[in-house]
């Protein structure tokens, strides 16, 4: 699809969202005041294991302004555990600790009182008798550990374990000309928005309706919550007209959500848990993959790398959450954007006594990305090779599309050499590199990195079926409503929160396309979860290609109604008839024509105008199911996960002080292709914000935890996320290969320069590195190891 | 996080604000590290006693024998004086490294130093210039070195009826001074893993007269690195001679483990950076000359 | 713990309210006046997100007692509108440059740009860094926030002010 026809998209237009942003009218969970609100704080086991010998809040409730206090065992008697997509019936995971707090700052209780700061008054004064008890830390050995369970009815630490084998790995291996193994390390980080948690919950006992409003932005919410709650689903409202303040995938407050829930309806009263940002790190349950990757890779002499055998053991924390499924979705990329021939997948997720693991950007595909490059990074060193060229050699080439790699996956279009000769072309890479090679001279340390990944985009949920076969679960759609209304004002309704993506001017903007109407008339509103087109939330990557195409969809039925309304009046078939800007006129007489005006007044006020048989009104829903994604794997476990695939190649230069093991990024170039950019200010901003959040989780970002179990990383001043001074000014450069599977070429961009800026930041630093004869295997790469390295030969001395 | 509820005044003189100190009562100024320790409940006193709205708590005089720097005085407002940048170089390179903008909008020198984290720049700077502290309590008023009102993590020779008044920094006596200032932390801004202030006075014939290096975040407070300091004074000070006197900074320090690094990550990035302020504290002796 | 009557000017309006001495700014602004604009991202003085102008000079909300700004002058991102409400120029520039995404950083980013550019309508790249480095921002990576300063400070110039 050419940009040059298009009105509205791919033009830089001004985001509607910003300016309630700007002018501090956004609105967030925080600030839905609703009168009668009670406010909940938790006490929290000091414990990493401990086992709950007594509960007495005597004190607690005999404070004015307290309300209530619940245990663990209160929720357990009333509602189920929470659901999370593994058939492991003995590990229950309810909002509070029931029996045994598994890891250091579980909640425990949840006081109930007028005011956060009453509330934590009382949380106070709640006296929880423990037996600690000893818990498991290392993933590795919970992994081996037959005694030291978090749940002992599961019978093991392991959640799952799973066996993939596609191809001929063992001939490709007996093939290749050499083989390398090696061990890489992703560390615990997360997302960590600014805003944390919240979540409000009203109990309307006239209606029996569960209001809730929440900084969410998760598929199965509202059905999790129900059944957990055990309130049907049609009486479990989520009101989605509250702005997200950044969630990135992490926004999954399921467990905060059932226990305001059933306060709410238990107290009659609205009850809001807004996580300070002490309970947000420690026990928000929003950590991210924290990954241990042995890999062998074979390869020939002349660069190509021919199979990959991978072992991935992840630490999920204490309870699941999507932990283990963060394992299958790089399923869908599992080689990259590479012609590796084969592939064996070990995919191991335990548990251990730290705080649970939530979806973080990506999915599991940045740790995954990062293994992947790392291999080509050991390769091209173990050759002697140019990085760049043993890229170059295994790129999948743009004549080959679309691409169906072992994995299953068919890639749907790309051209990575182009892309990544621009990214290239752009950091002026002859001079880049004496620039680095004058640093040397000049006796200091200078890296470039380079890196080519993969953003699958669109979703999908057939991964869990790969991990659970009773999930026959192949459909994952999202909806979009469209109305017109009588005086031929445009409302599109979408299903969803928004965090930051833009959904609105999305929406608009292709309305606005479609019909050749201007989008800054088209109202776009959030419906209520009872009210609204089917949606799984904007996960994956997926709105401008999932939402974009319904939303298309449902213009194109609109226009196809209006043409038919004026093909009645104006007495000629549709096939006469052209559509411009909102009128209808016959081809050969223009002047034969009706306006938008008149169409939209005979739709829904004059019945006798219409065409025998057709419904009033003027409005149009279209469900849109993911492309491609509709089908169980065949008997090798090849599956089309994810059906878009955007490409990034990564160039960024950094410079080491070889004293302290500072790594400072000066400058930094990404090539990026997600095919056609509906806003391209918001595919930049998303691009280079992901890239910076790729910089955080490589150099800096980490949930520390001491061999014992007490967690280090609770505030801001412990876990460092990268200021303005860490961020250098980024250049963006985009390439258009359009998707042939979207309504207008569009990809996926949501999850952004994040799913490879890790990889290249390693890179950049084993490429200032390797003159010393160094390499770092391990994310974050803080300072004080990579000092160690440099000076002391490995990085813990 | 909220805090804990406690009572509050507002005096209007240091007598009153004295008046209000006892064990259970706790000083603001700048708030900007005791509002956090209140909202985790770290910190739980009775009373907090603010001194924002005493004037003469806030202030830069140049006495001429020493500058004055009233205890509420804002680090932003240190930072901007032209009197500190010409006499107290070296302070100012601190302030610097102290936060960011809005942190140094409310944060005073006092609170800084009154707060004694062994990683704060304030309170090495002071260190290394010298510079003595004026303590009122309701027994009268006293002088102390800075060493001195150092005791450890967070702990002070401050008694819990005193206010810290006021802090004093000598005037150089020679006109060749120098002063070099390095931090290594993660991201700019934060909490210094490791810092090192450094402080040189040449003779016309380039011979040091005076020489000091303190070291913080290495220690359970800043440290002055004395033995390092005797083998730079006297001598004509080049690049090899800091060097080798750098050598005995590890001995002279006891830096701990946590989770941001080793103790002896501490240990070696101290003689790295120790090397480094002094090197620019040489520079800048010599430039001063020129 | 007696609660204190104290007297704020807010972007212009006067309010009396009683507090009790343990609350802060950022809960007076948010709780007692509902100007939900300034937001709570950390509590503890890192991310930023809560800063506002106290007469003039920007400051973290979350770390100064509502009791503390008695007789003093706030200004919340609520106060950088025009009269009618409508966007000012640097909020207008942070639209131009789409200089957000989720929006919630944006409140403190705008207070540290507008005390930025009442002192200096021509920064460096140095000045707008040291201006905004205590304030984080999730979604961005900074450069359009940057860009936005720029624009704004351009337009200022510009505007000959």
Known sequence: ?797 | MKPAPFDYARPATIDEAVALLDDDSIVIAGGQTLVPMLAMRMARPDRVVDINNIPELAGITDTGTEIVIGAATRQVDVLNSGLVAEKLPLLRKAISFVGHTQTRNRGTVGGSLAHADPAAEIPLASLAMDAEVTLKGAGGERRIGVDEFLVGPMMTAREPDELLVSLHYGLASGTRVGTGFHEMSERHGDFAMVAAAARLELDAGGACTQAALALGGVDARAVRIPALEAMLTGQAVDAALIQRAAQEIPRAIDPGDDQHASADYRRRVAVALGERALTDALEDAKGTAA | MSSLEITVSVNGNSYTETVEPRVTLVDFLRDKLALTGTHIGCEHGVCGACSVLLDGVPIRSCLMLAVQADGRAVTTVEGLTQEDGTPGLLQDAFRDAHAMQCGYCIPGMLIASEALLRENTDPTLDDIREAIGGNICRCTGYVQIIEAIQLAAERLREAGR
């Not at chain 1, 979860?529 to 997926?542: D, E, G, Q, Y």
């Open chain 1, 1 to 797: 699809m050419s940009s040059t026809n298009l009105r509205y998209v791919s033009r830089k237009r001004t985001v509607r969202e910003d300016k309630r942003f700007v002018t501090g009218k956004g609105k967030f969970v925080q600030d839905v005041a609703l009168p009668g609100t009670l406010h909940v704080a938790v006490v929290q086991s000091p414990y990493p294991k401990a086992k709950i010998l007594s509960i007495d809040a005597s004190e607690a409730l005999a404070m004015e302004g307290v309300h209530a206090v619940l245990t663990g065992d209160e929720i357990a008697a009333h509602c189920d555990p929470i659901r999370f997509g593994l058939k492991l019936p003995e590990v229950k995971w309810y909002p509070l600790a029931v029996g045994q707090a598994r890891y250091a700052g579980e909640w425990v209780c949840a006081v109930v009182a007028d005011s956060p700061y009453i509330a934590e008054d009382a949380a106070e004064l709640v006296d929880v008798d423990y037996e600690p008890l000893e818990p498991v830390i290392d993933p590795e050995e919970a992994f081996e550990e037959t005694e030291r369970l978090v749940h002992p009815g599961n019978g093991s630490n392991v959640l799952y374990h799973g066996h993939f084998h596609w191809g001929t790995v063992d001939e490709d291996f007996a093939a290749a000309d050499e083989t390398l193994k090696f061990r890489v390390r992703w560390g615990r980080s997360s997302t960590v928005p600014i805003e944390t948690f919240g979540a409000l919950a009203r109990w309307d006992e006239g209606t029996e309706i569960l209001d809730i409003w929440a900084s969410i932005q998760m598929p199965n919410f509202v059905e999790l919550l129900s059944s957990t709650l055990r309130i049907p689903l049609n009486s479990t409202r989520l009101n989605q007209d509250v702005d997200v303040g950044g969630s990135y995938g992490v926004k999954r407050g399921i467990k905060h959500a059932v226990l305001v829930g059933y306060l709410a309806r238990k107290l009659k009263r609205p009850v809001r848990l807004i996580e300070d940002r002490l309970v947000n790190m420690t026990s928000g349950d929003a950590h991210g993959p924290d990954r241990i990757f042995d890999t062998e890779v074979a390869f020939n002499k002349d660069g190509e790398i021919r199979s990959l055998k991978i072992r991935a053991l992840d630490d999920a924390g204490a309870y699941p959450g999507r932990a283990p499924f963060q394992l299958a979705k790089p399923i869908s990329a599992i080689v990259g954007p590479y012609t590796i021939n084969s592939v064996k997948y070990e995919a191991i997720s335990v548990v251990t006594n730290k705080t649970g693991q939530v979806p973080v950007r990506g999915f599991g595909q940045s740790p995954t990305n990062y293994m992947i490059e790392s291999a080509v990074e050991k390769v091209a060193a173990h050759l002697g090779m140019d990085r760049i060229e043993v890229r170059r050699r295994n790129l999948i080439p743009a004549d080959a599309f679309p691409y169906q790699i072992p994995a299953g996956s068919k890639y749907d279009s790309g051209d990575y050499q182009t892309v990544l000769q621009k990214a290239l072309d752009a950091a002026d890479y002859d001079n880049l590199v004496k620039r680095r090679d004058a640093a040397r001279a000049e006796g200091r340390l200078a890296g470039i990195g380079i890196a080519t990944c993969l953003e699958p985009g669109g979703g999908n949920n057939i991964f869990e079926y790969l991990m659970n076969p009773s999930a026959e679960i192949t459909t994952f759609s999202e909806g979009a409503e469209l109305r017109v209304d009588p005086d031929g004002l445009i409302t599109g309704v979408v299903g969803t929160t928004t965090s930051g993506q833009g959904h609105e001017t999305l929406v608009a903007t292709i309305i606005g396309e479609e019909l050749e109407m201007d989008p800054d008339e088209i109202r776009v509103v959030h419906a209520d979860s009872l009210n609204s087109p089917i949606t799984r939330s904007p996960v994956a990557s997926r709105m401008a290609i999932m939402l974009g195409s319904s939303t298309a969809a449902a213009a194109q039925k609109v226009k196809a109604k209006v043409m038919a309304i004026a093909a009645h009046n104006l007495g000629k078939a549709v096939e006469e008839l052209e559509y411009s800007e909102g009128t209808v006129f016959e081809r050969g007489d223009p002047a034969n024509k009706l306006g938008w005006q008149e169409i939209c007044f005979i739709a829904h006020k004059a019945y006798h105008k219409m065409p025998e048989g057709m419904e009033p009104g003027l409005q149009a829903q279209h469900v849109f199911q993911v492309p491609g994604g509709g089908q169980l794997p065949d008997e090798h476990q090849r599956v089309q996960i994810y059906p878009c695939f955007s490409f990034q190649a990564h160039v960024p230069y950094v410079e080491i002080d070889p004293k302290t093991g500072h790594v400072s990024v000066l400058d930094y170039v990404i090539g990026h292709d997600c095919g056609t950019q509906i806003n391209p200010d918001i595919v930049r901003g998303m691009v280079i914000g992901g890239l910076a959040h790729g910089i955080g989780a490589a150099l800096y970002e980490k949930f520390q935890y001491r061999p014992d179990g007490q967690f280090l990383s609770a505030t801001f001043a412990d876990y460092l996320m990268p200021s303005v001074y860490e961020i250098p000014m980024v250049k963006d450069v985009e390439h258009c290969t359009p998707s042939p599977l979207t309504s207008h070429g569009q990809k996926g961009s949501g999850e952004g320069g994040y799913l490879g800026a890790p990889a290249a930041i390693a890179s950049a630093v084993n490429d200032a590195l390797a003159p010393l004869g160094h390499c770092i295997d391990e994310l974050p790469m803080r300072s004080h190891l990579i000092e160690s390295l440099i000076n002391h030969g490995n990085p813990n001395a």
